[in-house]
């Protein structure tokens, strides 16, 4: 069903502390100003119209309304709509339209929007709102029109997202692509300034981050966490920046313009190593990824060289060709590689999911099935090859599992270990005008000498929960009068079992709180989290309950 949108809260005003670090902020910028020489804003103004990068902030403006009301970050914060805008397959358009505009978080969506400010003012300041010919007039014709050459930039960063996500291997969802391509743009046609941007994006982050969380206060916790960089589309950043480097080199082979190449060499170098492309990794399933850093690493030097190797030489001799000059090479390998790494994604976007490849027990919401399972084929990677699979095996996945056939979705939302963390999680299914939240709740019982034993449950929002999932039961690792004790998750609880021998001399709920029951020749007490066994005087705790905020 279709939620209500509440009405957004409005903002407090900001705490003396984030207060004072805008006065510092501001002190700094007057001081600099005072004692340049130089009026801050003359050399902007000689290239942008006011100043200020139109083209980047209307792009900017279109991202975060995407986020806001498009995701629902503006009435869930800290829920926005992902599954459906991620690029799942050429099968599910709208997916592939939406996904470099969407995003998976505030942070994620921060982290891209400062970089497209900063990268992207370097850029359009490169490509200017005035005509740089001599004689050439403003507003003579469509192309010295500074409003046309302002939308230009929107429009060609919207058809660098809808690249990068039709040639990403999916399924991803971020504007990182198109930022990585606006970085590569300004890394070659102004590498000093870049890297002033560079640094500045640095900077501009700190302030974000003083700003939001002003004073913290940290301890040790228990967390569930993946590698940084198993969250990262690689591939789709190496598309993005490769493709900004070559419609940079077009830029300037057409001004018959020539940056420093030591600089582009320093530039790229410092940027691809910052940003990680050397984190190339590929996924082994259930959670697990190698990373080979000594590939990635080599990769990106020979990266930073060949991108410099691109600026050698004249202007005009930038021009792609087959001759032996190193420019011309250079820009040969960097489209030979771009066009291999964009029709690499061919194969894994054209997953055509059927019906009967989706989980057959689940929690039904709508064309989503929502369920939870462990070891089980990721049936979008079934017709896929990938260096994992060897002689047709499949990549197998656990956790909670949302699938829908009609828009080519298979996903394990949540991991196994991020459960039982944190006992309860949300995931959350829809479309552009709809959405609506599957909550899992994990129970564990800590078998002494052993693992756990859980289930899983399911429900949906104001609806009653079911049981998902059990796992196998598990034998505490003490005898107790010549009898084992085993506790086992069932559809409607846990049960204790008592065997002596092969025979099984007793079966029984768990007790409930505060209370004890007589199974099999032997007195179970529960207080609290715990369970006890006693016998002639000997009491043994055999299992301890996890989560305390779940109910068994």
Known sequence: MMQSLPTPAIPAWLPWQEAVVLVVVLAVLLTIRRVSDM?????????????????????????????????????????????????????????????????????????????????????????GHYPRKRGVQTFTSLRTNPFARILAVPAAMFVVGVFSAVFAIGPIVGFSGVVFAIAGFALVTRPTLFLGAFLGNRVLDLLYSALRYPVSTASGQTRFVTPWWSNIAIQGHAIGILAGVVVALA????????????????????????????????????????LFRWAGTALVFVLALVVAAATIGSGRRLRPSFDRHPASLAVMVLLVVLGALSLAAVPTNVVDLQADQLPEDGIEVRDYVVTYDENVPNAYFDGIWVPTQRGGASVNESGVIVASAEREVWIAAIQPGQLAVDGQERVTVGGPTWRESVYANRVDWSVLGN???YRVQLRREGGQPRTAYTSEPLTADVILDGRNVTVAARQNGFDVVVTQGNETVGQAPLPANMTQTRIGGLTFERNRSRLYAETDGTRVKIAERRQQAAQS
């Open 251 to 290: 830029l300037l082979w057409r001004r018959d313009e020539r940056p420093d190449t030591l600089r582009v060499f320093f530039a790229t170098l410092v940027f691809a190593v910052a940003q990680g492309l050397w984190a190339v990794y590929i996924p082994l399933g259930g959670g697990r990824f190698r």
């Open 451 to 453: 693992s756990s034993v």
């Open 39 to 127: 009026r801050l804003g003359d050399g902007l103004r000689g290239r942008l119209l006011l100043g200020a990068p139109w083209g980047t902030l209307l792009t900017i403006a279109g991202v975060a309304a995407v986020y806001l009301f498009l995701q629902g970050a503006w009435w869930h914060p800290r829920n926005p709509l992902v599954t459906p805008f991620r690029t799942w397959s050429y099968f599910y358009p709208f997916g592939m339209l939406t996904g470099a505009f969407t995003h998976g978080s505030q942070g994620h969506i921060t982290g891209n929007l400062m970089g497209t400010l900063v990268y992207g003012t370097v850029a359009e300041y490169v490509w």
